[in-house]
Antibody, heavy 121, light 108 residues
Framework: EVQLVQSGAEVKKPGESLRISCKGS????????ISWVRQMPGKGLEWMGRIDPSDSYTNYSPSFQGHVTISADKSISTAYLQWSSLKASDTAMYYC??????????????WGQGTLVTVSS | SYELTQPPSVSVSPGQTARITCSGDALPKQYAYWYQQKPGQAPVLVIYKDSERPSGIPERFSGSSSGTTVTLTISGVQAEDEADYYCQSADSSATGVVFGGGTKLTVL
């Protein structure tokens, strides 16, 4: 069974750093890209970026480029989303999702349960 | 930047047909995908490649495409279908992902 299990909720102060994780199981972790998706309170889904775990190649949405870092450790089948200096506006639910690619396009076939990040002084 | 446009809300009575649209200039060239998200849950794929239904998704969910608009149709809506629905496609350069703003389906 394919599973993406995310790390638990976090409460941080502005200016602090944070790394959240997403562990894949039940499939070949290096065969599928992993994406991160933000959902701010009461708002819609926003694609942040993606990583190819086989070689750690990344590309980011222009909206998130330079604000977050996506990485992966294929030896432990885990992807990460990292902030160096959090802002209150980073308060949101963050989902990782497996990106299925074929010749016709790409979409998210499996999702993690979400990690709630709260940034407050 | 490329956008997909959805109506903010759609309301239907149980047993009726709900239609949720998604418009985008690149949709004639890129497939669209639909996700259902219930409160407190992660999204779930309900339609892929415009009109294909993943296993486990009820037959009342269907998708279609015409020009720059794709449509998610839910026939015989049930109370359990009340949720937010998002369309998704590739961006115009086909290197990134874009989501529509989401449509809240209310079952009256």
């Amino acid at each position: 069974e394919v599973q993406l299990v995310q790390s638990g909720a976090e409460v941080k102060k502005p200016g602090e750093s944070l790394r959240i994780s997403c562990k894949g199981s039940g499939y070949s972790f290096t065969s599928y890209w992993i994406s991160w998706v933000r959902q701010m309170p009461g708002k819609g889904l926003e694609w942040m970026g993606r990583i190819d775990p086989s070689d750690s190649y990344t590309n980011y949405s222009p909206s998130f480029q330079g604000h977050v870092t996506i990485s992966a450790d294929k030896s432990i089948s885990t992807a990460y989303l990292q902030w160096s200096s959090l802002k209150a506006s980073d308060t949101a639910m963050y989902y990782c999702a497996r990106l299925y690619l074929d010749s016709s396009g790409y979409y998210f076939d499996y999702w993690g349960q979400g990690t709630l990040v709260t940034v407050s002084s | 930047s490329y956008e997909l446009t959805q109506p903010p809300s759609v309301s239907v009575s149980p047993g009726q047909t709900a239609r949720i649209t998604c418009s985008g200039d690149a949709l004639p060239k890129q497939y669209a995908y639909w996700y259902q998200q219930k409160p407190g849950q992660a999204p779930v794929l309900v339609i892929y490649k415009d009109s294909e239904r993943p296993s486990g998704i009820p037959e009342r969910f269907s998708g279609s495409s015409s020009g720059t608009t794709v449509t998610l149709t839910i026939s015989g809506v049930q109370a359990e279908d009340e949720a937010d629905y998002y369309c998704q496609s590739a961006d115009s350069s086909a290197t990134g992902v874009v989501f529509g703003g989401g449509t809240k389906l209310t079952v009256l």
